[in-house]
């Protein structure tokens, strides 16, 4: 065979290879692409072929414990662009920027950019959105959207807090229970092109979403409208730096009302409370802005400890009771102080003395070297390990995010002198809420309850998702020492340094504390009560913190009259009614009266009548005979009160102007 034929050969043989190969390649991509990469392909072309817009959830509404809203979902709605199918950018964001009341520039970037779909604005209001839509401008897209509402803005923001744009919970029961709020978001489908514009017969298909469950709270807006109330007005009076107010059921650690002040308002959360920082808020750069934020947001009553003062004695009594190194009549003697290590360390009433005393009366005085000495009997271990006990050293479990446990000495560090001072409230700190845990234990019976805010989860339709239940907890102390420390605590109230919140017909328990704030020495103090009611059977716990009041300072002055409002309000609004001892009786029969019956009296002698009470008559209308009037006749008021009369004219009957 010639060279010419063997190369030609060779030539076809190599093509015909290279074909071979070429065809192998390809039914094995083939093969790959069907059996690998199939799946892939198909989203990717489901992607490029179809647009999907977002439909948000409806967020879950919280309720308090009667199901009013505290925080709401309303339906607002989303502006968007589609670029390719603007037509003029100019005119597009021209209109965008005066019907949202945005800057132009920032509309025309958003406009300009080259994106399937760009969001322009969320939360519009439907009027706004309806203007729009009737300027019918192709490209522009508008979509239901949803805006978180609190009703009552800035009712306890730290407890409930808010979302971000994005309608996730950011602090407070927003964010703690924010599983089960947010729901999970619907899509709106269409066909599209290979640029991204809507097919002119292309169906939608619309995926709903599915709207969040609602949490049941044990917040009632009432109490805790009046602890704010109340707390702000002591704080303009004292000029405090801030203040707390918590109600909670001793039994159940239910939290009826936990007030923090300053606060800030949920609809706008970005926005700082502080008038001087607010004037100067453009100069801060974003990390000084989110400190800020962030101190703004703090929930003080679980985030910030403080060191408890007398209101710890609490603590220190219950355990010397339960040890059994006193008796309620164990005698106690005062100089104005008592010396530990070498060091004398004073009575608050120094350089005066509260000379020999009970046990009991030591509670009632808060005389500091009796606490001192049950301290040195019980010795520093079995001290600490009741502070331990009462979980001074560990968070309650409140269901909040960022609570902060308390700050405690190790126990090696320990000496005399710690131990004494720890004894009345001192050389260590703890939240509020700790507090009130450690407290109810010593007054309920001796169990440690956990302190929270949610009930249950409920649907749309009520339906019950999920129910928290909270077990009493483990029992700490004797239920017989339990019903000394109510006695002894009611005598704080009754004759002691805490009397300034007693409540006729109600038997309150409580002490009062005046703590000195680091670094001792520099004139700020914290003003606090706590007290319970009914002593004899607790239902209701409450505490009340002053930071840094002006001029008086001490906590049975500044916080006593603040508790006494409180509790004459929160107790009959929880149904617990007063039970009146003679005493009280006659000391409401001075000041109090019935409201007689004025209907159909003449003016003057309706004013005879109430001259004779001791109430007056705010008159109302025009005639001469008494139509109506409020309060109805029966009801108990204070002498000197109004009662409201509306006036008819009365004119004469024919008969009697014939006769």
């Given at each position: 065979?010639?060279?010419?034929?063997?190369?030609?050969?060779?030539?076809?043989?190599?093509?015909?290879?290279?074909?071979?190969?070429?065809?192998?390649?390809?039914?094995?991509?083939?093969?790959?692409?069907?059996?690998?990469?199939?799946?892939?392909?198909?989203?990717?072309?489901?992607?490029?072929?179809?647009?999907?817009?977002?439909?948000?959830?409806?967020?879950?509404?919280?309720?308090?414990?009667?199901?009013?809203?505290?925080?709401?979902?309303?339906?607002?709605?989303?502006?968007?662009?589609?670029?390719?199918?603007?037509?003029?950018?100019?005119?597009?964001?021209?209109?965008?920027?005066?019907?949202?009341?945005?800057?132009?520039?920032?509309?025309?970037?958003?406009?300009?950019?080259?994106?399937?779909?760009?969001?322009?604005?969320?939360?519009?209001?439907?009027?706004?959105?309806?203007?729009?839509?009737?300027?019918?401008?192709?490209?522009?897209?508008?979509?239901?959207?949803?805006?978180?509402?609190?009703?009552?803005?800035?009712?306890?923001?730290?407890?409930?807090?808010?979302?971000?744009?994005?309608?996730?919970?950011?602090?407070?029961?927003?964010?703690?229970?924010?599983?089960?709020?947010?729901?999970?978001?619907?899509?709106?489908?269409?066909?599209?092109?290979?640029?991204?514009?809507?097919?002119?017969?292309?169906?939608?298909?619309?995926?709903?979403?599915?709207?969040?469950?609602?949490?049941?709270?044990?917040?009632?807006?009432?109490?805790?409208?009046?602890?704010?109330?109340?707390?702000?007005?002591?704080?303009?009076?004292?000029?405090?730096?801030?203040?707390?107010?918590?109600?909670?059921?001793?039994?159940?650690?239910?939290?009826?009302?936990?007030?923090?002040?300053?606060?800030?308002?949920?609809?706008?959360?970005?926005?700082?409370?502080?008038?001087?920082?607010?004037?100067?808020?453009?100069?801060?750069?974003?990390?000084?802005?989110?400190?800020?934020?962030?101190?703004?947001?703090?929930?003080?009553?679980?985030?910030?400890?403080?060191?408890?003062?007398?209101?710890?004695?609490?603590?220190?009594?219950?355990?010397?009771?339960?040890?059994?190194?006193?008796?309620?009549?164990?005698?106690?003697?005062?100089?104005?102080?008592?010396?530990?290590?070498?060091?004398?360390?004073?009575?608050?009433?120094?350089?005066?003395?509260?000379?020999?005393?009970?046990?009991?009366?030591?509670?009632?005085?808060?005389?500091?070297?009796?606490?001192?000495?049950?301290?040195?009997?019980?010795?520093?271990?079995?001290?600490?390990?009741?502070?331990?006990?009462?979980?001074?050293?560990?968070?309650?479990?409140?269901?909040?995010?960022?609570?902060?446990?308390?700050?405690?000495?190790?126990?090696?560090?320990?000496?005399?002198?710690?131990?004494?001072?720890?004894?009345?409230?001192?050389?260590?700190?703890?939240?509020?809420?700790?507090?009130?845990?450690?407290?109810?234990?010593?007054?309920?019976?001796?169990?440690?309850?956990?302190?929270?805010?949610?009930?249950?989860?409920?649907?749309?339709?009520g339906n019950i998702i999920e129910e928290f239940i909270h077990d009493r907890g483990e029992s700490i102390i004797s239920a017989e020492n339990s019903e000394i420390m109510r006695d002894i605590l009611e005598s704080v109230v009754y004759v002691g340094t805490g009397n300034r919140a007693y409540v006729a017909g109600y038997r309150i328990g409580g002490k009062t504390a005046t703590s000195q704030k680091l670094p001792r020495g520099n004139g700020k103090y914290i003003a606090s009560f706590l007290t319970f009611a009914p002593a004899d059977d607790p239902q209701l716990m409450a505490f009340v913190l002053i930071d840094e009041?002006?001029?008086?300072?001490?906590?049975?002055?500044?916080?006593?009259?603040?508790?006494?409002?409180?509790?004459?309000?929160?107790?009959?609004?929880?149904?617990?009614?007063?039970?009146?001892?003679?005493?009280?009786?006659?000391?409401?029969?001075?000041?109090?009266?019935?409201?007689?019956?004025?209907?159909?009296?003449?003016?003057?002698?309706?004013?005879?009548?109430?001259?004779?009470?001791?109430?007056?008559?705010?008159?109302?209308?025009?005639?001469?005979?008494?139509?109506?009037?409020?309060?109805?006749?029966?009801?108990?008021?204070?002498?000197?009160?109004?009662?409201?009369?509306?006036?008819?004219?009365?004119?004469?009957?024919?008969?009697?102007?014939?006769?």
């Open positions: 065979m010639d060279k010419p034929s063997i190369l030609i050969k060779k030539k076809l043989l190599f093509v015909a290879s290279a074909i071979a190969f070429m065809l192998g390649f390809l039914l094995f991509r083939i093969f790959y692409i069907q059996y690998f990469e199939a799946e892939f392909l198909q989203t990717r072309a489901y992607e490029q072929q179809t647009r999907d817009r977002l439909i948000k959830p409806n967020r879950g509404t919280i309720y308090d414990r009667n199901m009013v809203g505290i925080a709401v979902t309303e339906t607002a709605y989303s502006i968007s662009v589609i670029h390719n199918q603007i037509e003029d950018r100019e005119m597009v964001a021209r209109i965008l920027s005066e019907q949202l009341e945005l800057e132009y520039d920032y509309v025309f970037e958003k406009v300009s950019r080259r994106v399937a779909l760009e969001r322009i604005m969320t939360q519009v209001d439907r009027d706004i959105a309806d203007r729009i839509r009737n300027l019918d401008i192709r490209g522009v897209v508008i979509d239901e959207d949803i805006r978180r509402v609190y009703p009552f803005s800035s009712l306890a923001s730290q407890v409930i807090g808010f979302v971000g744009r994005d309608n996730q919970g950011i602090i407070g029961l927003e964010a703690k229970y924010d599983s089960f709020l947010e729901g999970e978001s619907g899509k709106i489908l269409t066909e599209t092109d290979v640029l991204g514009r809507e097919l002119d017969f292309s169906q939608r298909f619309r995926v709903a979403p599915v709207d969040g469950y609602n949490l049941v709270t044990t917040i009632d807006v009432i109490l805790q409208q009046h602890a704010e109330q109340t707390l702000e007005k002591v704080l303009e009076y004292k000029n405090a730096k801030r203040g707390a107010i918590i109600l909670m059921n001793p039994q159940t650690g239910e939290i009826y009302a936990m007030a923090n002040k300053p606060d800030f308002d949920l609809n706008e959360p970005f926005t700082i409370n502080d008038a001087e920082l607010y004037s100067t808020w453009d100069t801060l750069t974003p990390e000084e802005r989110n400190i800020h934020l962030n101190q703004m947001w703090r929930n003080f009553s679980i985030n910030d400890t403080f060191e408890p003062g007398s209101t710890s004695k609490i603590i220190t009594s219950i355990a010397a009771l339960e040890e059994g190194i006193i008796t309620v009549d164990s005698m106690f003697n005062c100089s104005g102080g008592y010396t530990v290590a070498g060091r004398l360390i004073r009575c608050w009433r120094y350089p005066r003395s509260h000379g020999s005393q009970t046990f009991l009366e030591s509670v009632q005085n808060s005389c500091n070297p009796t606490f001192m000495i049950m301290a040195e009997r019980m010795g520093a271990e079995t001290f600490y390990s009741y502070m331990q006990k009462f979980g001074f050293n560990t968070r309650t479990g409140v269901d909040l995010p960022g609570e902060a446990p308390g700050i405690m000495h190790r126990f090696e560090n320990v000496g005399p002198l710690e131990l004494a001072t720890m004894s009345f409230g001192q050389s260590f700190q703890i939240t509020p809420l700790q507090l009130m845990r450690a407290a109810s234990a010593t007054i309920n019976g001796g169990y440690m309850v956990t302190p929270h805010f949610a009930r249950k989860i409920v649907d749309n339709d009041p002006q001029g008086v300072y001490y906590g049975g002055t500044v916080a006593g009259p603040v508790m006494r409002d409180i509790l004459e309000n929160a107790l009959p609004w929880l149904g617990i009614e007063p039970v009146f001892n003679e005493e009280e009786l006659e000391e409401l029969a001075r000041h109090r009266v019935m409201v007689p019956d004025f209907i159909g009296l003449g003016i003057e002698e309706a004013r005879r009548v109430a001259r004779q009470l001791g109430v007056e008559l705010e008159l109302r209308g025009e005639g001469n005979v008494i139509a109506s009037q409020f309060p109805i006749v029966g009801e108990i008021i204070n002498r000197n009160s109004k009662v409201l009369i509306d006036l008819e004219l009365l004119e004469e009957s024919t008969e009697e102007l014939e006769a």
